[in-house]
């Protein structure tokens, strides 16, 4: 069965920290992954995705995710973060049909 | 510019009512989605369709209905038989035949049982 599992319930860092937030993922084929951002009572914004291909991508923001294939991984990682970036984070893995998403990371930033 | 709507972005309904939540895209997107958002329990799959007049119930369908009489939209009602429905609803669309796409969002409903 198809599963997204974010470990982290609720992470804070210092505003200028470095950020990492794990996703884990379950499916029997290739993986199409995705990483979105959700400000309160707003939609979902697509920070980054993967196909195929080079196994790091660049997203919007400064962010970027590694996938790695050995360990069904897809973390999501910023050198810096700002206080603008105190949102709440879903994995995400497309299906044939659909698409699953984690419960969600909420980060909040320290100043 | 292309993009999902949803309406409207605050709901009140009175228990025993029916509630219609509307989504409409132009994206020319084949395949849109329900979600349900509750605190701390992420995004749950309601109904989806891939084409008109097709959809098929998601993880947690029961007290809600769905028609998809047009490509641009798929109306979400729902229903008295949903006992808790106190949540953010988010409507979301993609492309199908290919899986290398991601899905659009709206802004969402907040629906509030009074």
């Known amino acids: 069965a198809q599963s997204v599992t974010q470990p982290d319930i609720h992470i804070t860092v210092s505003e200028g920290a470095s950020l990492e937030l794990r996703c884990n993922y379950s499916?029997?084929?290739?993986?199409?992954l995705f990483w979105y951002v959700q400000s309160p009572g707003q939609g979902l914004q697509l920070l980054l995705k993967?196909?195929?291909?080079?196994?790091l991508v660049q997203g919007i923001k400064g962010f970027e995710a590694e996938f790695k294939r050995s360990q069904s991984s897809f973390n999501l990682r910023k050198p810096s973060v700002h206080w603008s970036d105190a949102a709440e984070y879903f994995c995400?893995?497309?299906?044939?049909?659909?698409?699953?998403f984690g419960s969600g990371t909420r980060l909040s930033i320290r100043p | 510019d292309g993009g999902i709507t949803q309406s409207p972005k605050y709901l009140f309904r009175k228990e025993g009512q029916n509630v219609t939540l509307s989504c409409e895209q132009n994206?020319?997107?084949?395949?849109m989605y329900w979600y349900r958002q509750d605190p701390g329990q992420g995004l749950r799959l309601i109904y989806y369709?891939?084409?008109?007049?097709?959809?098929q119930k998601g993880d947690i369908a029961e007290g809600y209905s769905v028609s998809r009489e047009k490509k641009e939209s798929f109306p979400l009602t729902v229903t008295s038989a949903q006992k808790n429905p106190t949540a953010f609803y988010l409507c979301?669309?993609?492309?199908?035949?290919?899986?290398?796409?991601?899905?659009?969002f709206g802004q969402g409903t907040r629906l509030t049982v009074v």
């Open positions: 369709s891939q084409i008109v007049n097709d959809f």
């Open positions: 993967y196909f195929s291909g080079d196994t």
């Open positions: 995400a893995i497309r299906g044939a049909s659909k698409i699953i």
């Open positions: 499916y029997g084929a290739t993986p199409y």
């Open positions: 994206l020319n997107h084949d395949a």
């Open positions: 979301a669309s993609t492309t199908t035949g290919a899986s290398d796409t991601e899905a659009f």
